[in-house]
């Protein structure tokens, strides 16, 4: 029988910091993925981009010392390290249609084993869609990610064999990070990149039901 501990959202935000290079130029989109900039490993360079046009944004406002006049997409308070900039909405998607962000990270709806992405719309009568810059992000950037709880509240997979959810890019998601497991999308399905202690490989297929090759 598995016995096994969920990740924590920081402990999640922090798992992907650690596999985002040195250098990198990212944006976090909205949500959950915004609290990597509180995990980013100490001595690493990471220029973050928000899509309302801010570039070298850091960590989150100590409460008390938040500034309502600077926030990202998100709305959410944000902080700006030395050399940080602001610039236009025009400029700011530039940089991202234009290949210029090394990684997006995104939450997400679903996800194919072949990495098609659903984020924006559950497509259900009464439902806000919000769309935002997502589907320039999915498509511009040179990597997109994506971080999730791996089941729904009802326990349905979001790892899924095919999006039953209005799409917001195909094939664009290259690794996805869950509260259980890290995955990576490939044309022939999901491979496993790791997974928490105590998680057969087993109780993993049969959580998400579909195949999951090892790293070899």
Not at 22 to 50: C, F, K, M, W
Not at 99 to 113: E, K
Not at 133 to 161: F, H, Y
Request: contains cysteine; charged residues 20%.
């Amino acid at each position: 029988m598995s016995s096994y501990q969920r990740r924590s959202k920081d402990d999640l935000a922090r798992r992907v910091a650690q596999d985002i290079p040195d250098g990198s130029y990212v944006n976090l989109g909205i949500g959950q993925p915004t609290l990597v900039a509180n995990h980013i490993p100490a001595g690493r360079e990471v220029i973050l981009h928000s899509e309302n046009g801010i570039l070298g944004m850091g960590p989150a406002p100590a409460p008390g010392l938040e500034d309502y006049d600077l926030i990202n997409a998100g709305k959410q308070p944000v902080t700006l390290l030395p050399g940080g900039a602001f610039f236009h909405h025009a400029d700011s998607f530039g940089m991202m249609r234009g290949g210029h962000l090394d990684v997006c990270v995104l939450g997400a709806f679903q996800v194919s084993a072949q990495g098609d992405l659903a984020n924006w719309s559950t497509g259900e009568p009464g439902a806000i869609p919000a769309v935002g810059g997502a589907m320039d992000l999915a498509v511009g950037a040179r990597q997109t990610w994506v971080m999730m709880d791996l089941l729904t509240r009802d326990g349905q997979s979001k790892l899924v064999a095919r999006c039953s959810y209005p799409l917001t890019g195909l094939a664009c998601v290259k690794r996805v990070y869950t509260d259980l497991a890290t995955f990576e999308c490939t044309a022939d399905g999901l491979v496993l990149v790791d997974a928490v202690d105590g998680l057969s490989h087993a109780e993993l297929e049969r959580l998400t039901g579909l195949p999951i090759a090892q790293k070899p």
